[in-house]
């Protein structure tokens, strides 16, 4: 018995050296990391691109902007995703961004808080604290619970570049996911919080606001009416292998666009 | 009671007698208002189809396959690795090294190892494993990460039961003129074999609720996969599924059905490993 | 014949000598681990102090990736701070429910809750998370009016939730193994059973509950997950028990994914990853003390 666990632990320890050799995108696998905020986005046309190959494994691993982009860096995914446009050095380090879709940031409240609109001043003010009472935005007294994400999040860049608030938010939860925004805001009368417009639609318990008279919509982000918005991006460093630039063609292309707005956000393809 | 005690004093004990007996009871009504908290929540959305399927975008479905799949891989994988490894050193430290120099580091390592933080071992296990290695985030990675972190419990159970094994079994085993190795694999090693398997239905159970070491390496992943591509390919088991689908889309009915499932599996296991060990010390 | 018992002799001791030195190599493997890992959170952690200076790395109370600010003050107060609330909230009922255990329940009830201690520490950390998150965060606004329930006060009471099973099987070995002579000179000396219990027996195994309190607030001090859900993640000073708050731990958590590749923020991380071990390292150095003294009195 000592003697078998012994071999099988060789075998193991054999097969190990076997795939560090060829890590990452083995097999018939196109392997894509990033952003939380296009996970649903990149798992609706992963599924579509999937029933018509069902020979390709489409992966995502859901981690963050800024882990997508070190993934590819570090060769081990084919695709990174990234929900902010690139710095410019991570251009000059030779990653090529494509946008994919557009999105909203969708500034959302509890179901019980009666504000409907805001000002995007009144929204910073919210946020650095200025506007630290309800009733000073039009809703009933009580504090503002503002819900934010955490640094490096594309949802907290796009949110505080186009609100002027980068790093004077005053935040009572910094929160590392779009889904625990949600669940905050759900839980929260008094919160208010920001989650991209692709996750937000059809959940109950929320509400979304309009910003500066204009309501968070497909039409509104593309003619630019709706300050609060940034890309998704495909993001790619040197040639891609077949089977990924046959999935990025795929989903670049305007067949595509219909699932990426059935996922909430707005395809750039045919615009 | 002392009648003579004076009021005071009886009052005193029994507010002592009270307070005893309260925090032993408070233990009992936690676990039952968390078990019972999460199967009221939870169960509910706990189906067949929700266990069997695969999650869907299109269709808006949630479902648990990929999840319940990679949990085995890992349990597997990580096994695989940690038996010989754990069954080995404890041999060494009872049969061989008995309180040697190196009998003495050993076990001051399984102990720091006990006391790292999960986090500590998916830190360090994402640096070395995922990317000096380059094994990239999968199911090798997560597995050798935790084969560290299980490392001591299975040494401290096999130990346990090897101590168990009477001397007189060695003696007349090597009396006979058997060598060592042929006297542990014939007879103290079997002998021990309740012991191992205790550890092993313990190990399991840590395996199953460890979240903390198995998000940078093994991963996010929600794809279904056979345990070969699952090595290399990110795969959530069901703790990080619990994570994902609480934290990252905030779907709480599904994080809750994973938790109840959690719960009765751990619950479970851990019954089980206390029934094994009952058992193998009856039979002693 | 003498020829072939030759030959099985010599395989058979190859065997032995490759087996025992498997075991030996099994056994060091320990060791190369704790090293390894030491090793590794060591080089990769020091980059980032050596960038930032140690001291303004330990003090500075600004934690802000964007600016450039990697002050990690904060963290390390509220993990102390949340480490020494739990200690204070759970020790003690640890304490009480393990003397109760040891000493004053009836059999049965006494396997009923060391049962239930032992499953309690067998549910995972992120179940405790979950139910944090849903259930104690809302309750924790509501109970004191708070625009948000994500608090310290909320990871306090998951920890000190966590750390009682732990506390609770080391302080009732402790308290079991102490002489029953000392209970009886007690009684017989005019003492009530309970007056006993708590000042005799309890300072007699003064130096496990010791080593129960020190488990208690290394796993405290260690959790990630189960806070990450509840404690509001943001990096303020602690100066509230109903102000959000970080912990090392749950900063290396949630920030991991999100830092840039080879950035000084995701070094700095590392960095973190190092001051929590070598804090976990002091805890450990410290238990391994109160043990041995155990074993001693033992």
């Known amino acids: 018995m000592k003697r078998m666990t012994a071999l099988l632990f060789a075998a193991l320890l054999s097969l190990v050296c076997a795939c560090g050799g060829d890590s990452g995108s083995a097999g018939q696998t196109v392997s894509v990391n990033g952003s939380t905020s296009v996970e649903r986005v990149i ?48 251009e000059a380090a030779g990653l090529v961004p494509f946008v994919i879709a557009l999105d909203g940031i969708a500034v959302l409240v509890n179901d019980c808080n009666p504000v409907e609109s805001l000002t995007v001043e009144q929204l910073a003010g919210l946020y650095t604290g200025s506007l630290a009472d309800w009733s000073e935005a039009g809703g ?10 955490e640094s490096g999040s594309g949802t907290r860049d796009g949110f505080e570049s186009a609100t002027g608030t980068e790093d004077a938010c005053i935040l009572a939860q910094e929160l590392t996911a779009t889904g625990a925004v949600l669940e905050a805001v759900r839980n929260n009368p008094q919160a208010i919080g920001y989650a991209s417009l692709a996750s937000v639609e059809g959940r109950g318990g929320i509400r979304i606001l309009t910003i500066d008279g204009v309501a968070c919509t497909e039409a509104a982000i593309l003619n630019g009416t709706y300050a609060l918005q940034r890309p998704f991006v495909f993001v790619t460093r040197g040639t891609l292998n077949d089977r990924a630039q046959a999935f990025f063609d795929w989903a670049a292309s305007p067949q595509a ?3 990426i707005r059935q996922a909430g956000a707005i395809p750039t393809a045919g615009q | 009671m002392d009648k003579t005690l004076s009021p005071a004093r009886k009052r005193r004990d029994l507010f002592l007698r009270i307070l005893l007996t309260a925090s032993g009871i408070l233990v009992c009504v936690l676990l039952f208002f968390l078990t019972g908290c999460l199967l009221w929540r939870g169960l509910p959305y706990v189906s067949w189809a929700f266990l069997t399927r695969e999650p869907s975008m299109l269709q808006g479905t949630a479902g648990l396959l990929p999840h319940i799949a990679s949990t085995l891989y890992i349990i597997l994988t990580t096994l695989l690795l940690v038996l010989p490894l754990g069954v080995g050193a404890a041999v060494y430290l009872t049969e061989y090294a008995q309180g040697n120099r190196f009998s003495v580091w050993v076990e001051f390592a399984a102990e720091i190892l006990a006391g790292v933080p999960s986090i500590l071992f998916g830190l360090a296990g994402m640096l070395f494993f995922v990317q000096l290695l380059g094994f990239g985030t999968g199911v090798l990675a997560g597995s050798l990460t935790l084969t560290i972190l299980i490392l001591p419990t299975i040494i401290r159970t096999t130990q346990e039961s090897l101590k168990t094994v009477p001397r007189a079994y060695r003696e007349g085993a090597m009396a006979l003129g058997a060598g060592k190795w042929y006297a ?16 092993c239905i313990l190990a399991v159970g840590r395996i199953v609720g460890e979240s903390a070491a198995l998000l940078f390496t093994a991963g996010f992943g929600t794809v279904l996969y056979g345990w070969w591509e699952s090595l290399t390919n990110s795969s959530a088991t069901l703790s990080v599924a619990l994570y994902l689908y609480a934290n990252e889309r905030g ?32 039979s002693r | 014949m003498s020829d072939l018992r030759e030959v099985v002799r010599r395989r058979r001791r190859a065997m032995e000598r490759a087996m025992s030195l498997f075991f030996f190599l099994c056994g060091m493997a320990a060791v190369a681990f704790v090293l390894g890992i030491s090793l590794y959170l060591i080089v990769s952690g020091l980059p980032a102090i050596g960038e930032i200076g140690l ?71 992120i179940v405790y998370g979950l139910v944090g998150m849903i259930v104690l965060v809302p309750a924790i606004q509501r109970a004191f009016g708070l625009a948000s329930g994500a608090s310290l006060l909320a990871a306090i009471i998951v920890l000190s939730i966590m750390i009682l099973p732990s506390v609770v099987s080391v302080a009732e070995m402790a308290l079991a193994a102490v002489p029953r002579e000392y209970e009886e000179a007690s009684l017989a000396l005019g003492a009530t059973w309970m007056e006993t219990l708590y000042f005799v027996t309890f300072p007699a195994a003064r130096s496990g509950i010791a080593a129960s309190v020190v488990l208690g607030a290394g796993r405290a001090i ?36 999100y830092a840039a590749a080879g950035s000084l923020h995701q070094m700095a991380l590392y960095s973190i990853g190092l001051v929590l071990f070598l ?3 002091c805890i450990n150095v410290l238990l391994h003390f109160f043990v041995k003294k155990e074993g001693k009195h033992g």
């Open chain 3, 279 to 281: 804090f976990i390292m």
């Open chain 2, 251 to 282: 779907d709480t009915d599904a994080a809750f059905a994973i938790a109840a499932i959690l719960a009765l599996l751990t619950l479970g296991l851990n019954l089980l490993a206390k029934l094994a060990g009952r058992k193998w010390k009856r």
């Open chain 1, 257 to 259: 666009a219909e699932y």
């Open chain 1, 43 to 90: 798992l609706t046309l992963a599924e579509r691109y999937m029933l018509d190959h069902p020979e390709i494994k489409i992966v995502y691993d859901p981690t963050g902007t800024g882990a997508g982009l070190e993934a590819l860096q570090n060769g081990v995914c084919d695709i990174a995703l990234a929900s902010r446009s690139l710095a410019p050095q991570e």
């Open chain 3, 55 to 125: 001291w303004n790395f330990l003090t500075d109370s600004v934690w802000s990736p964007k600016q450039e600010r990697f002050g990690i003050l904060p963290f390390l107060l509220t993990s102390v701070a949340g480490t020494a609330g739990a200690v204070l909230l759970g020790v003690p009922a640890g304490l009480l429910a393990a003397l109760f255990l040891a000493k004053a329940a009836p059999p049965r009830l006494a396997a009923v809750i060391r049962t239930a201690v032992e499953l309690l520490a067998g549910i995972p950390s």
């Open chain 1, 140 to 149: 009933r007294s009580g504090p503002v619970a503002c819900i934010g994400r």
């Open chain 2, 184 to 199: 542990i694999r014939t007879v103290v090693l079997p002998s021990a074999a309740d012991g191992i398997l205790t550890g």
């Open chain 3, 222 to 257: 260690g959790e990630a997950m189960a806070i990450i859900m509840v404690s509001g993640n943001v990096p303020n000073l602690p100066g509230s028990l109903f102000a959000p708050v970080r912990f090392l731990t749950t900063a290396i958590a949630s920030e991991m994914s």
